[in-house]
């Protein structure tokens, strides 16, 4: 049974890996100073963070139309698929999700849409579970599974460098509680369950840096570990080799999404995770 998984940008798959495993990525909108832009395209994720504290008029984001999810579910249904998956960002972080799944009604049963209830690589690791469970000829249920057992298992964690952009996003209701005075603390935020968790703060970024190591040991065994940054990849770095642990596979350095990053902003720091 041949089923095709899609997924959006937020997921931050590598391209190498969306290569790969035959992977479809819808991208997220990017908008500058008016002007709608697909994730990756027209401005890089270096550029864009580089240029993010000094923009006049703050970006947003936009999620991409139900049609454009319409005409991939049936060039996929049309060129062989039996099937479509597509796992998408947390519905209560985003409205990807709602577009997916008003889309998948013109196609009934064979089109799943999941709300991975995560962001970024926590995304990404149900997307390359489902994937390989697809390219291994399992059954649509037996993908289902599999997406369910990593949903379970994954762990994000970030650092931010200031509390500003996600208290100007209103997106998260402790930060917009939040007031002017205590913007230069460096908070920590776990997405669980859909939301963001609001973990402390401190008031130093070398004291933020061995906080997060700190969550990592916590988090106990793991199997896939990928470090997250906005452009900081130096101290992105630094925290992988601190960190000695086996793992099924090479871990990964990625620079968030500007689709997230808009959000959170530069210099953040984070981990996503898949538990033993």
Request: charged residues 20%; contains cysteine; positive net charge.
């Amino acid at each position: 049974m041949a089923i095709a998984i899609v997924t959006d940008s937020t997921a931050d798959l590598p391209d190498n890996l969306v290569q790969e495993k035959n992977i479809i990525v819808v991208p997220a909108i990017l908008v500058i100073d008016g002007k709608s832009l697909e994730d990756g395209r027209g401005i890089t994720r270096e550029d864009f963070y580089t240029c993010l504290p000094s923009m006049q008029i703050p970006p947003t984001t936009a999620t991409p139309s139900i049609g454009s999810f319409e005409q991939i579910f049936e060039h996929l249904l049309r060129s062989g698929y039996q099937s479509v998956v597509s796992i998408h960002v947390s519905s209560l972080l985003s409205g990807i999700y709602n577009s997916a799944k008003t889309a998948a009604k013109s196609f009934k049963d064979y089109v799943k849409v999941i709300d991975s209830g995560q962001l970024s690589l926590g995304i990404g690791y149900q997307v390359l579970a489902a994937a390989d469970a697809a390219a291994r000829g399992i059954s649509l249920e037996g993908v289902l599974q599999e997406i369910e057992w990593v949903r379970q298992r994954v762990r994000v964690v970030a650092m931010l460098d200031t509390l500003e952009y996600v208290r100007r996003s209103g997106r998260v209701s402790w930060a917009k509680a939040r007031i002017s005075s205590v913007l230069n603390i460096k908070p920590y935020m776990e997405v669980k369950e859909g939301k963001v968790l609001n973990l402390g703060q401190v008031r130093t970024r070398k004291k933020g840096i061995n906080g997060l190591l700190e969550m990592f040991f916590q988090t106990g065994a793991v199997e896939k570990m990928t470090i997250l940054h906005t452009n900081a990849e130096k101290d992105a770095r630094e925290i992988l080799s601190r960190i000695k642990v086996n793992l099924t596979e090479p871990p990964l350095i990625v620079n968030v999404t500007t689709i997230v990053g808009t959000h959170i902003g530069p210099n953040a720091l984070g981990f996503a995770v898949v538990r033993k």
